[in-house]
């Protein structure tokens, strides 16, 4: 069973930075690649950012491209999201998700390909 527990959340000011973590337990966390999603309140679970299990390769939702920075540490078991520039419209409860398929890079941003989740981490961005 691999566990996630994000933590970094919290309140910041319009065009303050936050890092969120992603501590992930298990031996195999270097294989696969991880991926971060927001849900607004009222809203569905949307993609944020990718990177793949070597950290060599990042995607990023449009919203966010410039602004947020995804990497890893394999040897910390550790994701990260660098999230600077921040927006009203940033705020969401931020997850943390593991990618099912260690073979395939496709596919991403959709949920479905994730089988591993955080609980979520409380982002507020006043104004």
């Known amino acids: 069973q691999v566990q996630l527990i994000e933590s970094g959340g919290g309140l910041v ?19 696969y690649a991880m991926g971060w999603f927001r849900q607004a309140p009222g809203k569905e679970r949307d993609f944020v950012a ?8 990042s995607h990023y939702a449009d919203s966010v491209k ?3 920075t995804i990497s890893r540490d394999n040897a910390k078991n550790t994701v990260y999201l660098q999230m600077n520039s921040l927006k009203p419209e940033d705020t969401a409860v931020y997850y943390c998700a593991r990618k099912r ?3 395939s890079s496709s596919d991403y941003s ?3 390909q994730y089988d591993y989740w955080g609980q979520g981490t409380q982002v507020t961005v006043s104004s």
Request: glycine residues 16%; proline residues 0%.
């Open 101 to 103: 398929n260690i073979y």
């Open 50 to 57: 990718y990177i793949n299990w070597s950290g060599g390769t």
């Open 110 to 112: 959709q949920e479905i």
């Open 13 to 31: 000011q319009a065009g303050g930075s936050l890092r969120l973590s992603c501590a992930a337990s298990g031996r195999t966390f270097s294989m």
């Open 66 to 68: 410039g602004r947020f």
